[in-house]
């Protein structure tokens, strides 16, 4: 199983349409997730023409992406639970502390956010975190990005971050 991630795309603000390099991993997904900022709908509607979408909203989203797709998640694929924010909200001095305590009591493999727009791969008391960047709003980092997580068994995930 293939999972696109995505955070902090901004549409239509940062961008009017979908970068090819994201293109091309959203044709061979078999999942797509967003963190937050989205903006709109119109970006899950865009999305879900290539697999099923889903995620959270983020600190600059519309009340119709909050109401539909809310603020925190708990998605188990293959066995492995993932928790899904944006990383805006709740206690902590970082965007990575606020994902983590907002999960600090559930048994999860990995935690995914956004908001920084910087991307993160690192384990932390036996979890993953992992934010994918921006395909769309690099802010200061040096490339545009997102991830990927592969699941090939329920014994095995790897995550990797595609930057342009």
């Known amino acids: 199983m293939r999972i696109v991630v995505l955070a902090d795309t901004h549409m239509p603000k940062k961008a ?3 970068p090819a390099e994201l293109i091309q991993n959203l044709e061979e997904s078999d999942q797509i997730l967003h963190l937050g900022d989205w903006q709109s709908l119109d970006l899950f509607d865009e999305l879900q023409k290539f697999a099923p979408v889903d995620g959270v909203a983020g600190n600059v989203d519309s009340e119709d992406v909050i109401s539909r ?14 928790g899904l924010v944006h990383g805006h ?19 999860l493999d990995a935690i995914l956010f956004g908001h920084s727009h910087i ?12 934010n994918p960047g921006s395909p769309t709003d690099k802010r200061r980092q040096s490339h545009f990005s997102f991830g990927i997580i592969d ?11 595609i930057f342009f």
Do not use: M, W
Request: with cysteine; glycine share 6%.
């Open 89 to 107: 909200q709740g206690k902590g001095p970082t965007t990575e502390d606020r994902a983590r305590n907002t999960f600090r009591d559930e048994q």
């Open 119 to 130: 991307p993160v791969l690192k384990e932390r008391h036996n979890i993953t975190l992992f």
């Open 16 to 18: 009017k349409v979908l």
């Open 69 to 82: 797709l809310g603020y925190q998640k708990i998605l188990t694929f293959n066995d492995f639970r993932f």
């Open 151 to 161: 699941l090939s068994t329920t014994t095995t995930i790897c995550f990797q971050h």
